[in-house]
């Protein structure tokens, strides 16, 4: 399958709650290999289905020192830790433009993979930031949510350019 097109901020997709995945199919592994494509050809670490316009609790991931992508199904962060951790946060929806934000530093994810069988990861750091991230698209969440406020003026000012410039 060709990799899908990565839905832009302003796209009403990337504001809905994603609805759980209830069958795990052929049809969800076809979204799934078009998301992983996707997430390659846009040097992502990582894509939520609604990335790619698909309403749906999934989300693919290939961290740099992690040996083949992973798939997770109705994934949820069931425990974070404590301490907190300061990055220059980016995403495939919102092109070029990255902000510092505060996130939990270790986070604990479950949900399945798509054999059905239970997935639990104990996650820190770029990996715990990369799941909170793509589980906020999964719920309707967009990391310009997570600035303060002058960050947030200043990311609406550049992203009312961003979008200028794609506009033509």
């Known amino acids: 399958m060709a990799a899908y097109d990565i839905r832009i901020i302003g796209d009403p997709v990337l504001r809905e709650v994603a609805a759980d995945v209830t ?40 961290l740099p020192d992690g040996d083949e992508p992973v798939t997770i199904v109705n994934p949820r962060i069931v425990e974070h830790g404590d301490d907190e951790w300061t990055y220059d946060e980016g995403c495939l929806s919102i092109p070029g433009l990255f902000w510092p934000v505060v996130r939990p530093k270790t986070v604990h994810v479950v949900g399945v993979d798509l054999d059905g ?3 639990s990861i ?3 750091e770029l990996e715990a930031r990369m799941y909170q991230h793509e589980i906020d698209h999964l ?6 949510e997570h600035l303060d406020d002058d960050q947030k003026v200043a990311a609406k000012r550049a992203i009312r350019e961003l979008m200028m410039s794609r506009a033509g």
Do not use: W
């Open 122 to 124: 104990e996650a820190d």
């Open 23 to 62: 069958d795990i199919d052929g049809a969800l592994v076809k979204v799934v290999d078009g998301m992983i494509d996707a997430m390659y050809d846009h040097d992502g670490l990582a894509v939520a289905a609604p990335q790619v316009g698909v309403s749906k609790r999934l989300v693919v991931s290939h």
């Open 139 to 144: 719920d309707g969440v967009l990391m310009t």
């Open 117 to 119: 069988r239970d997935v």
